[in-house]
C-alpha cells in the first residue's frame, strides 16, 4: 500500500512559479511510476507529468506544460516535485500526485492518489 501526500499548492500571479511536493509512504520500486495530474472546474483529469522511479529518470509531460514545468524525484526523501514556472490561469486546477507500479507513457493504470492540492493563478 502507498500512501501519497501532497503540499505547496496557493494562490499565485500570473507568470509566478510554485513547486509541489509529493511525499509518498510506502514501498515504491523501481518500476513505479509517479504522476502529477490536475483537474480544473468543469473538465477531465489529465495528465501533467510523470517520472518513472528507476534510477535513470524517465519522463513524460503533457504538450500544455512542456517547457514550463519539471518532475523530478528524490528517492532518499521518497518525495516527487513538479516545478512550476511561467503560471498563467489556465494551469488553475486541483493537482493530485498519483503513482502506479509499472512504466508506462499512457495515463491509465494510476493507483494510489494524494487528496489533492489547489493551485490558483490570478491574472
Known amino acids: 500500500q502507498v500512501q501519497l501526500v501532497e503540499s505547496g499548492g496557493g494562490l499565485v500571479q500570473d507568470g509566478d512559479s510554485l513547486r509541489l511536493s509529493c511525499a509518498a509512504s510506502g514501498r515504491i520500486d523501481s518500476p513505479y511510476s509517479m504522476g502529477w495530474f490536475r483537474q480544473a472546474p468543469g473538465k477531465e483529469r489529465e495528465l501533467v507529468a510523470q517520472?518513472?522511479?528507476?534510477?535513470?529518470?524517465?519522463?513524460f509531460y503533457a504538450d500544455s506544460v512542456k517547457g514550463r514545468f519539471t518532475i523530478s524525484k528524490d528517492k532518499s526523501k521518497n518525495t516527487v516535485y513538479l516545478q512550476m514556472n511561467s503560471l498563467n490561469p489556465e494551469d488553475t486546477a486541483v493537482y493530485y500526485c498519483a503513482a502506479r507500479p509499472f512504466w508506462r507513457i499512457t495515463s491509465g493504470g494510476y493507483a494510489y492518489w494524494g487528496q489533492g492540492t489547489q493551485v490558483t493563478v490570478s491574472s
Open positions: 517520472i518513472r522511479w528507476s534510477d535513470i529518470s524517465v519522463t
